[in-house]
C-alpha cells in the first residue's frame, strides 16, 4: 500500500556511468568519492534475459531513481548474471518490488544454485509526502544484502533469479568481508549484561547497563543480532564497538537520542538496522537524534532504514564521521543544524536518501569551519546528494554525487532558512574538487529544472565568498551550474567564482543563470553541450542582471539561449544529446475515458506489457500526450502487449497535434493500422516533415479486435 503520513517539513529542497563503480574520477589534483570497501556492477551492463528499463530521468518513474538511470526488471524464472569484478564473499544488491510485495530472489554462484537465497520487500519503499510540494511517491529502491558462504574469484558469474514476484534489479556491490573483530581487552560485553545475541529477547537495559559501567572505556557487541526496544540517553564518555558491521546487528529504529551530552563518544564498526517504513518529521526515528557531544566520532557503521541516519542539534564541535555506509533513509542521511563547528564527515557511502543525503542547515546558529569531504552519494531521491543551508566558513571537497531526482541538485549552497532563527551563508564557501554525475533535477514546482551544482539566494542575498573549483560534470540532464533566487524573491547572488571545470554533455546550458548578481568563470571547458552555453535570464525579470565575467581559458560554450520566455528542452541545440530518445516516455498522459486500471499512463510507462484502454463501446475515443516542449516529431511507434494472447487486430487512428493543447489539426487522417503479435504488435506511423507538435493527440474510432482504443505503448521519435 501507499504511506502517506503527515509531518512538518524539513530541510529538502535535493551518479555513476554503467559499469563499475569505482572510487576515482577524472580530476587533476585528487580523487573524488570515499574509498570504499566493495565494487558496484549495473544489473544494465550484466547478462539478463530480463528486460532493460530507463534510461529515464521523469520524475516518478521507478528508472529515473536507478543508479545510471537504468536496471533490470526480472519476471520468474528470468535472472541478471554478474560478473565478480574482484574476490568476494558478499552482495549487496539495490532492488524495487512491486508495492505491497514482497519474496525472494535465488542466488548461483557459476551455474550453481546456493542454499542461501536473498529476501526482497516493498516494505521499506513507496514513500508519499504530501506536505512536502512538488513530491510524488518516491523511494522505490531498498538494498538486501547477503554473506554467500563461500568465497568467488575476479571473472566467477554471480547471478539473482526471481522466483515468483517480479524484481527490478539495480546495481550489486561485491565485497570481500573479513573475520569478525575480536573483544578488545578490558572492555565490557553487552552480553555480560544480559543482551541477547539471537535477536530474541529486549536487550535494551543490557545495553544500558554496559554503558553505564564501561565509562571511559568499550562498550563491546558481540557478533550477534540485539533488539533494542527503546532509543539509548545519557551516552557520554564511552565507545561502542562491534566486531564488524556484517556481524555486529542492532535492530532498533532508535538507536541514541539524547539533546546534550558532554563528548567523547565514539560509535564504530556495527550495523544499526531500523524498520522505518514512513517519514513522520516529529518523530525521532533516527540512528542518532540530538547530540553525541564534542570530539565524538562515528566510523565503520552500516546504517539502514532509519528516517534520517544523523540527526544532530546542540554541541556536536570536532565530530568526525568517517567511513560509514547509510542507507535507504526516508530523509536526511546525516543533517547537521546549528551550532556545529569543526565537524568532518569524510569517506562515507550514502545510497538511496529520500531527502538531503549530506546536509548542513544553520538554524539556531551557524555550522562553522566543517565539511563534507571524499563521500560517495547515489540516488537521493527527492532532495540534493550536498546541501549548505547557510553556516560560516564551510567546505564541500572531493565527493562524489550520482542521480539525483525531483527537488534537487548534486550540490547546493543556498540560503534556503525553512525556520528562523537563520545564519545565512558568510565568509569563505569552499566547494573543490567534487564530480557530478547525472545529477540536476526537473523541479515540478518551478516547472524548469535544477543545475547539478546550484547557488541559490533562497531567502536572502548571498554575500559569502563562494569558490568553485576542480569540478567536473557528466551527462546532467539540464545544466551544469545554477544561479537561482529560488523562493522568487530576486535576492542577489555575488562573489561567485568558478575556477577549472571539465563539463561533459548537458542537456540543456553550461550556466543556468536566474538570478540577479555576478560570477566569474575561469578554465571552464565543455563538450557535447545540448542547447547552448548561457541561459541568462533573472526572476523576476525585473530583479536585474547577472553578470558573467569570462576570467580567461573558457571554451565550447559562448553561445547564449535567446528566447527568455520559453525553458531550453534537451535535444533542441546542436548537437542532440539523444536524438534517438522516445519524446512520449514518462511524460503526462490523458485520455477521454479509461476502463478500469488500463489507465492513459500506461501507453507511456515504458512497459510494453500494461496498456490504456478507452471506455468500451463508446467511439471515437482518443487519448492525448504533452511532450513538454514543441518538437519537430517525424515518427510513432504505437503497441501492443506483445503476448500472442492479443490477437491481430486493426485500429483506425486520426493523428492530431497541438503547440497550445487546446487547438488541434490533423496531422495524419484517418487510417486503418494493422497490429498482429506475429510482428510483435507494433504500428509505425510515418508524419510529414512539416509537423511540430508539443501535444499529440491519437483519435480512435474502430478496432476490429475489441471495442475500444488500445496502446501499450506510444513512442515518439525526431528521427524519421
Known sequence: MRRTVRGMPAAMVVALSAGLLTTTAP??????????????????????????????HTQGTLASEASG?????????????????????????????????????DVYVNGTKIARTLPVTSKYSYIDTSWIPGAKTHHFFDDARLLLGQDVQLGDKVAFQATGTQVTVDVADFEQVGQAASQPAGSVSVTSKGADPSGNGDS????????????????????????????????????????????SVVHTSRFIDQSSSSGGVHIKDFAVMGEVTERVDSNPDNFVNGALGPNSSVSGMWIQHMKVGLWLMGNNDNLVVENSRILDTTADGLNLNGNAHGVRVRGNFLRNQGDDSLAMWSLNGADSNSSFENNTISQPNLANGIAIYGGTDIAVKNNLVS?????????????QKFLDPFS??????????????RAGAMNPNWNHPMGALRVDSYDSAINATVNITN??????????????????????????????????????????????????????????????????CPYPASSGTFTLTDGGGNSGWSSTWSDCSTWPQPGQGNPDP???????KGRPATATGSQDVYTPGKAVDGDANSYWESTNNAFPQSWTVDLGSSYAVRRLVLKLPPSSAWGARTQTITVLGST???????????TGYRFDPASGNTATVALPASTNLRYLRLSVSANTGWPAGQFSEVEAYLTS
Open 424 to 437: 545565512p551563508l558568510a565568509g569563505t564557501i569552499t566547494v573543490d574538487g567534487n564530480t557530478l554525475v
Open 204 to 247: 535494551t537495559q543490557a545495553f544500558r547497563d554496559a554503558i553505564a559501567a564501561a565509562q571511559g572505556g568499550v562498550v563491546w557487541i558481540p557478533p550477534g543480532d540485539y533488539k533494542l526496544t527503546s532509543s539509548l540517553g545519557g551516552v557520554q564518555n564511552v565507545t561502542l564497538q562491534g566486531a564488524g558491521s556484517w556481524y
Open 578 to 584: 539523444d536524438p534517438g530518445r522516445n519524446l512520449a
Open 403 to 415: 542521480d539525483t531526482n525531483a527537488l534537487g541538485s548534486g550540490i547546493a549552497i543556498s540560503n
Open 69 to 105: 538511470r537504468q536496471a533490470v526488471r526480472l519476471s520468474a524464472g528470468q535472472r541478471v548474471e554478474f560478473t565478480a569484478p574482484r574476490a568476494a564473499n558478499a552482495v549487496n544488491l539495490s532492488y524495487s518490488v512491486p508495492d505491497g510485495q514482497s519474496g525472494s530472489l
Open 471 to 536: 569540478t567536473t560534470v557528466t551527462d546532467s540532464p539540464y545544466s551544469a551550474f545554477e544561479f537561482v533566487s529560488g523562493g522568487g524573491q530576486g535576492y542577489p547572488v555575488r562573489n561567485v567564482t568558478v575556477d577549472g571545470a571539465t563539463v561533459k554533455n548537458t542537456g540543456t546550458v553550461v550556466v543556468q543563470a536566474e538570478a540577479q548578481g555576478a560570477a566569474t568563470f575561469r578554465n571552464v571547458s565543455a563538450t557535447a553541450v545540448g542547447v547552448a552555453g548561457v541561459y541568462n
Open 660 to 670: 497550445d493543447g487546446s487547438s488541434y489539426a490533423t496531422v495524419v487522417g484517418s
Open 27 to 56: 580530476t587533476a589534483h585528487a580523487a573524488a568519492g570515499a574509498t570504499l570497501p566493495f565494487t558496484s556492477v549495473e544489473a544494465e551492463s550484466a547478462t539478463t534475459t530480463g528486460t532493460k528499463i530507463g534510461p529515464d
